[in-house]
């Protein structure tokens, strides 16, 4: 019955939130996102015990002012991304302004195969759709398979129409499809603050011990693609920010699992550093550290 819900409820929104007025849905988005904070459930109380972590020194007015914040800024990436399949071309590429973008298109040009790794900062969807629209350079991403099958297939219907190849995150080979792309000097984009397997790499994260994905390392090792960390955020404006960052070098020496251990550090460095400088804008509604993690996630 819950998932029937859900996918009720996505289609609903991609149906109606996308023949809103923009004022009107970024209204709709503030007046809900405040909603759901002031009922103060579990999503809410695990997004503020994890900006706790990255905002330590805050206290309990700060932080559900951070909470609420992030809230409105979920629900911002959500009407937008209801919206995003009408926008006009004009209008993506001029709700994205990204800095260092040399780095994405320096590697493209030099045919080696690019991976962008991201955490969920922003709006990634929108930010892909730029890339794809502005740059004129399809992607292969990877989307998590999820229940019911009614509900993930809209997801990759909805990601599909903005220009990008998806993959399913399990029941297939995507990491070889990934690095037949990356070979052939493609451009591969992959959230990657959270690990979905229980068999990542363990990173020190705002002073403590979290899980992430090894794909982009070991990728980046197999294929000589170059890795990018991005991270994105919003400000008052409808023009959403972001920043591609140096590339994440493959260590000269080592063993393959030391190499990726080192990338994957450099990469959550990299996310640490954006999600800092903006954290009412990581959407991390889950428990990510490993301290909180229930019991049978560790096993």
């Given at each position: 019955?819950?998932?029937?819900?859900?996918?009720?409820?996505?289609?609903?929104?991609?149906?109606?939130?996308?023949?809103?007025?923009?004022?009107?849905?970024?209204?709709?988005?503030?007046?809900?996102?405040?909603?759901?904070?002031?009922?103060?459930?579990?999503?809410?109380?695990?997004?503020?015990?994890?900006?706790?972590?990255?905002?330590?020194?805050?206290g309990p007015e700060r932080l559900a002012e951070l909470s609420r914040a992030g809230m409105r800024s979920y629900l911002r990436y959500w009407m937008e991304?209801?919206?995003?399949?009408?926008?006009?071309?004009?209008?993506?590429?001029?709700?994205?302004?990204?800095?260092?973008?040399?780095?994405?298109?320096?590697?493209?040009?030099?045919?080696?195969?690019?991976?962008?790794?991201?955490?969920?900062?922003?709006?990634?969807?929108?930010?892909?759709?730029?890339?794809?629209?502005?740059?004129?350079?399809?992607?292969?991403?990877?989307?998590?398979?999820?229940?019911?099958?009614?509900?993930?297939?809209?997801?990759?219907?909805?990601?599909?129409?903005?220009?990008?190849?998806?993959?399913?995150?399990?029941?297939?080979?995507?990491?070889?499809?990934?690095?037949?792309?990356?070979?052939?000097?493609?451009?591969?984009?992959?959230?990657?603050?959270?690990?979905?397997?229980?068999?990542?790499?363990?990173?020190?994260?705002?002073?403590?011990?979290?899980?992430m994905p090894a794909g982009p390392a070991i990728l980046a090792q197999q294929t000589g693609a170059l890795l990018l960390p991005v991270t994105l955020w919003?400000?008052?404006?409808?023009?959403?920010?972001?920043?591609?960052?140096?590339?994440?070098?493959?260590?000269?020496?080592?063993?393959?699992?030391?190499?990726?251990?080192?990338?994957?550090?450099?990469?959550?460095?990299?996310?640490?550093?954006?999600?800092?400088?903006?954290?009412?804008?990581?959407?991390?509604?889950?428990?990510?550290?490993?301290?909180?993690?229930?019991?049978?996630?560790?096993?």
């Open positions: 019955m819950n998932e029937r819900l859900s996918d009720a409820l996505y289609g609903l929104g991609w149906s109606t939130v996308k023949k809103l007025p923009e004022p009107v849905a970024v209204r709709l988005g503030q007046t809900i996102a405040d909603t759901v904070w002031k009922r103060r459930g579990k999503g809410v109380l695990r997004l503020e015990a994890n900006l706790a972590r990255v905002v330590p020194d805050a991304s209801f919206r995003l399949p009408t926008w006009s071309e004009t209008r993506i590429k001029d709700g994205f302004e990204p800095e260092g973008l040399h780095h994405l298109t320096d590697g493209l040009a030099a045919g080696k195969g690019v991976i962008l790794a991201l955490p969920h900062l922003g709006n990634w969807d929108l930010a892909g759709a730029w890339v794809t629209r502005n740059l004129g350079v399809p992607f292969t991403t990877v989307a998590e398979r999820l229940k019911p099958e009614t509900l993930y297939d809209r997801f990759v219907a909805y990601r599909e129409g903005l220009g990008m190849e998806v993959l399913p995150h399990t029941g297939g080979s995507a990491f070889g499809t990934l690095a037949r792309r990356l070979r052939a000097g493609g451009l591969v984009c992959l959230v990657a603050d959270r690990d979905l397997s229980a068999s990542g790499v363990e990173v020190k994260f705002f002073g403590d011990t979290a899980r919003f400000d008052a404006t409808p023009v959403m920010k972001g920043r591609v960052h140096p590339p994440v070098e493959v260590p000269g020496t080592g063993t393959r699992a030391e190499k990726t251990s080192l990338m994957t550090q450099a990469l959550a460095d990299a996310f640490a550093e954006g999600i800092a400088d903006h954290p009412e804008d990581w959407h991390m509604l889950q428990r990510l550290w490993l301290a909180d993690l229930e019991p049978r996630e560790q096993s």
